[in-house]
């Protein structure tokens, strides 16, 4: 079919030489069928020139089209739909501005290696490529394609289906990512033949086909895993995402190797499992001689496999990763696996045979006796009753009702908050731990809740610094208009990581990480429908959140938080670079 074909008359030419309508799609509904097709039934983004229509249209044939109040925050949803579903999150932005605001979306989630699309509508060609400053100009295809895994432009009806088609595999396939699509405003109005138009449309199959691994690559795993006296696995959130949770579940269990979880994979294997090293990190870190990473990047979350949190002894390292580029990235890694988590870790299981045995009983003691030091420790801080309250005394609180209901899903942001939140709060089940991600950008929170509702249809918690909420707050307006489970919880200590700086200059500007004090975020819940807490106390948290679970309605809960209780940055203060003139 050439572009002539797809813009031919709306009348045909009968037998019997009288005329009759014939029947005709358009760019509206081909890219809708063609999202329909391959099982992309929900859209998040912000309406306005030239996809209002689309979206209305989207809407009317049976996709959920969730209108957001800012692009990033629906990028943001889109993104973590993605990770949750395997299935490339959908989100439509306008032209120009609104495509930025959904970029940074975009590009944290090919950081994360979430598959996530960008449908940005786009304007005219023939007037950008010329620069005469049309309506939203931006050539957005060259701006999109430095910041995401690859991107497309559609500028004929009969090449949607394939243009989708190329989206959906590029962002599900091999290492995920995000792509985007551009579509000029000319194409939505395209008309062709319906019938045409439907034959042109692909569903893809096989999306992320399964990569097997070598199988020497497996035998010089096992290798290496057998010679090791103090192994440690280490999951990321690439094998939270795989979902093979079962198979992994077995291998650790069969391996009998102790693991940590990297935050978002927490609860992929329960916190409180006895293998679990969660609450040994620094010394599972620290004595470890072999390291296997699943899923996991080396990373600066990491510390890149270097320096002091490493201890000494040189490490030989395992890793699985889908991205065979990710091998040697940071150190030289002994064992590469390459292929897709399931893939990989069933091989290994079926390669360990029946007579594998676990090796290393003194090491996994030692591990255990010190996490469960390490618990017993903590626990008198969690039941403090202080007030305002601290950090401990507000997680405590939340801890046990996680614990109660581990469906609900936690969606956490902020320095402190995010910090103690992730190592106070166990998980029980996998992808239950939303956060930050690779970035630790602020502003996932709203958006991540969101889908986190949508996709799973189960209740949301989302603990966010009152900072970090700041940056998505005015999507409560969102979470009230379609009544989603989602509690928000604002740990509000009048700032970002304190809220007791003081202006060295004694003028009346406020420190530049101190907010109003004493804010009532809970209020703003309440203008648009939703309940508001103000919790104060470690009893009134508990007893708010437990509302909230029981009866599912949109509820915000102002958790009022010392000031004083954070420390710069949280838990990464060391990243911050010093001043070496001396303070006057
Ligand atoms: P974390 O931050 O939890 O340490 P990262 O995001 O750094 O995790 O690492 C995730 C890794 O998982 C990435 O290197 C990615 O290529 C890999 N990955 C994602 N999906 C799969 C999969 N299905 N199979 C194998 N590796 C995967
Ligand atoms: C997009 C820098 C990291 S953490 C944080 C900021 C601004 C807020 C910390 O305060 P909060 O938590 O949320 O009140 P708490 O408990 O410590 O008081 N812009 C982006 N991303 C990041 N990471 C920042 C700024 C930052
Ligand atoms: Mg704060």
Redesign the pocket.
Known sequence: MTPADATSPAENANIDGTSAPQDLTDGFHLIIDALKLNGLNTIYGVPGIPITDFGRMAQAEGIRVFSFRHEQNAGNAAAIAGYLTKKPGICLTVSAPGFLNGLTALAHATTNCWPMILLSGSSEREIVDLQQGDYEEMDQLAIAKPLCKAAYRILHAQDIGIGVARAIRAAVSGRPGGVYLDLPAKLFGQVMDAAAGAKSLVKVIDPAPKQLPAPDAVERALEVLKGAKRPLIILGKGAAYAQADDTLREFVEKSGIPYLAMSMAKGLLPDDHPLSAGAARSLALKDCDVVMLIGARLNWLLSHGKGKQWGTEPKKIVQIDIEPKEMDSNLEIAAPIVGDIGSCVAALLDAMGSDWRATYPEWTATVREKAESNIAKMAPRLMNNNVPMD?HGALGALKPIIKAHPDTILVN??????DFARSIIDMYKPRKRLD?GT?????IGMGTAIAAAVETGQKVLAV??????G?SGMEVETICRYNLPVCVIV?N?N????GTDVNPTGGPDVAPTVFVKDARYDIMMQAFGGVGVNATTPDELSRAVNEFLASGRPTLINAV?DPQS?TE??RIGNLNPQSVVSKK
């Open positions: 950090y942001e902020g320095a402190n908050t995010l930050v970035w630790g950008v602020m502003g966010e610094g009152d900072s970090a909420f940056f740990f200590n700032g970002i990581y304190r938080i954070g940055s949280g």
